[in-house]
């Protein structure tokens, strides 16, 4: 599997009190745990089982994600902004990596 | 009620015997009592329009002359809302993986002569712009159509010193999707006035017509007799192939047009000719052809 490649859209600007919309998404297999190979064994389950966004050390947005997650998982929400920062993304797979991605906004 | 009476006299068939014949003739039965079902549920496509990041995409365009409806229609406009809004959106189209995988490949040198798409190609957003529109295209050398796979199969081969890809490696699919990536929104067209293409367009359309497999089902019992009508829960549209390499929710992946086709022909149980056989060329040759005038939407989002 090519290595989970995060990606994050969000404005640049915003003015303050602004709801925002954001969208993430990851290429990740999602790999369910419940399939078998060509020779009947269990393919290992290996998903991204979190993800968490932040911004100035804030939590904004958090979940667990469980097997019957499609691949590619895509989240969309929204967030209120009142001053200018940094959102940071994660996202935790089962193999112990950590995949993150930041976005500055600037806030008016 | 169609349904009703079209099961009620394939039981009767089964309860004489357990002869093949009859087995076969049930199945038959079922096939065409999914077919008749399907008759009474009438669905419309949608009247939404399809834009791209600011590119307004051509969904309903004017049929060629001699095509069976008056107008081609995007698979677009059967799909639910959802998977609309995926494609519209080339953030959340997962598709747009593949096109930055397939960039990273035109960047990276492979095979013995040190090159890579862009040693000779350069700016694939230049000298690549509306190519994909085009496939399938005469092949003077090979005197035969080819598609977008194998003339990057031909460029590797021998521009390059590296091998074919094998059919449907990741790679192929990526490398021909952000290829036609490149001609979003230009209208297909292709050119059957070079090399023998007529003929295989001829080919291709005894193909669509023929009835194959065990449910003895033709390309147009579905995607012309039955056209905007539901099978079970799918909306069957014109079966065209502006979008391919296509990212379908089914699989998670990227799906390219044989591997498609080859689906289609498989639900009919038939044997499946191989990828980028003659008769898989012929096939794509007039099945791209009825969708002349859509948009390429490559890579386009389906279920």
Same mark, same amino acid.
């Given at each position: 599997?090519?290595?989970?490649?995060?990606?994050?859209?969000?404005?640049?600007?915003?003015? %303050?009190?602004?709801?925002?919309?954001?969208?993430?998404?990851?290429?990740?297999?999602? *790999? /369910? #745990?419940?399939? =078998?190979?060509?020779?009947?064994?269990?393919?290992?389950?290996?998903?991204?089982?979190?993800?968490?966004?932040?911004?100035?050390?804030?939590?904004?947005?958090?979940?667990?994600?469980?097997? %019957?997650?499609?691949?590619?998982?895509?989240?969309?929400?929204?967030?209120?902004?009142? *001053? /200018? #920062?940094?959102? =940071?993304?994660?996202?935790?797979?089962?193999?112990?990596?950590?995949?993150?991605?930041?976005?500055?906004?600037?806030?008016? | 009620?169609?349904?009703?009476?079209?099961?009620?006299?394939?039981?009767?068939?089964?309860?004489?015997?357990?002869?093949?014949?009859?087995?076969?003739?049930?199945?038959?039965?079922?096939?065409?009592?999914?077919?008749?079902?399907?008759?009474?549920?009438?669905?419309?496509?949608?009247?939404?329009?399809?834009?791209?990041?600011?590119?307004?995409?051509?969904?309903?365009?004017?049929?060629?002359?001699?095509?069976?409806?008056?107008?081609?229609?995007?698979?677009?406009?059967?799909?639910?809302?959802?998977?609309?809004?995926?494609?519209?959106?080339?953030?959340?189209?997962?598709?747009?993986?593949?096109?930055?995988?397939?960039?990273?490949?035109?960047?990276?040198?492979?095979?013995?002569?040190?090159?890579?798409?862009?040693?000779?190609?350069?700016?694939?957003?230049?000298?690549?712009?509306?190519?994909?529109?085009?496939?399938?295209?005469?092949?003077?050398?090979?005197?035969?159509?080819?598609?977008?796979?194998?003339?990057?199969?031909?460029?590797?081969?021998?521009?390059?010193?590296?091998?074919?890809?094998?059919?449907?490696?990741?790679?192929?699919?990526?490398?021909?999707?952000?290829?036609?990536?490149?001609?979003?929104?230009?209208?297909?067209?292709?050119?059957?006035?070079?090399?023998?293409?007529?003929?295989?367009?001829?080919?291709?359309?005894?193909?669509?017509?023929?009835?194959?497999?065990?449910?003895?089902?033709?390309?147009?019992?579905?995607?012309?007799?039955?056209?905007?009508?539901?099978?079970?829960?799918?909306?069957?549209?014109?079966?065209?192939?502006?979008?391919?390499?296509?990212?379908?929710?089914?699989?998670?992946?990227?799906?390219?047009?044989?591997?498609?086709?080859?689906?289609?022909?498989?639900?009919?149980?038939?044997?499946?000719?191989?990828?980028?056989?003659?008769?898989?060329?012929?096939?794509?040759?007039?099945?791209?052809?009825?969708?002349?005038?859509?948009?390429?939407?490559?890579?386009?989002?389906?279920?």
């Amino acid at each position: 599997m090519a290595t989970p490649k995060p990606r994050v859209k969000l404005p640049k600007k915003a003015k %303050a009190g602004e709801t925002i919309v954001i969208k993430t998404l990851i290429s990740h297999e999602m *790999e /369910s #745990g419940q399939r =078998k190979d060509k020779e009947g064994k269990v393919i290992p389950r290996e998903i991204i089982n979190k993800f968490t966004c932040e911004f100035n050390g804030k939590p904004v947005f958090a979940c667990d994600m469980e097997p %019957a997650i499609s691949a590619n998982p895509y989240f969309e929400f929204n967030a209120k902004v009142s *001053e /200018s #920062g940094k959102f =940071k993304f994660t996202w935790v797979d089962d193999n112990g990596s950590v995949y993150t991605d930041e976005a500055a906004i600037e806030v008016s | 009620m169609g349904r009703r009476r079209f099961f009620a006299s394939g039981a009767d068939a089964s309860s004489g015997g357990t002869n093949v014949n009859k087995k076969l003739l049930l199945l038959a039965a079922a096939a065409v009592s999914t077919i008749g079902l399907a008759r009474l549920v009438q669905a419309e496509p949608t009247t939404d329009t399809l834009e791209i990041d600011g590119k307004q995409m051509i969904t309903r365009a004017p049929a060629p002359e001699g095509y069976p409806f008056k107008e081609v229609l995007s698979g677009w406009l059967f799909r639910e809302a959802e998977t609309r809004a995926t494609e519209a959106d080339s953030f959340s189209n997962p598709g747009m993986l593949a096109v930055e995988r397939g960039e990273e490949i035109w960047n990276t040198v492979e095979g013995t002569m040190g090159k890579s798409c862009a040693s000779c190609h350069n700016d694939a957003s230049e000298t690549m712009k509306d190519v994909g529109a085009h496939y399938p295209k005469w092949d003077a050398d090979a005197k035969r159509p080819i598609n977008v796979e194998l003339q990057i199969d031909k460029c590797r081969t021998e521009n390059m010193g590296a091998e074919a890809y094998k059919f449907d490696s990741d790679d192929q699919k990526a490398l021909t999707t952000y290829i036609k990536y490149q001609s979003l929104g230009t209208p297909v067209k292709i050119d059957l006035s070079q090399g023998d293409m007529q003929s295989w367009w001829d080919k291709g359309k005894t193909e669509y017509y023929t009835r194959t497999g065990q449910l003895n089902l033709s390309c147009a019992s579905c995607h012309e007799v039955n056209m905007d009508k539901m099978i079970r829960a799918d909306h069957l549209s014109q079966g065209q192939v502006n979008g391919f390499p296509t990212y379908r929710f089914n699989t998670g992946g990227m799906v390219s047009l044989h591997n498609r086709i080859r689906g289609c022909i498989r639900d009919t149980r038939a044997e499946m000719p191989k990828a980028f056989s003659d008769e898989l060329m012929a096939l794509e040759v007039y099945v791209t052809w009825r969708g002349t005038g859509l948009s390429v939407e490559t890579p386009s989002v389906r279920q």
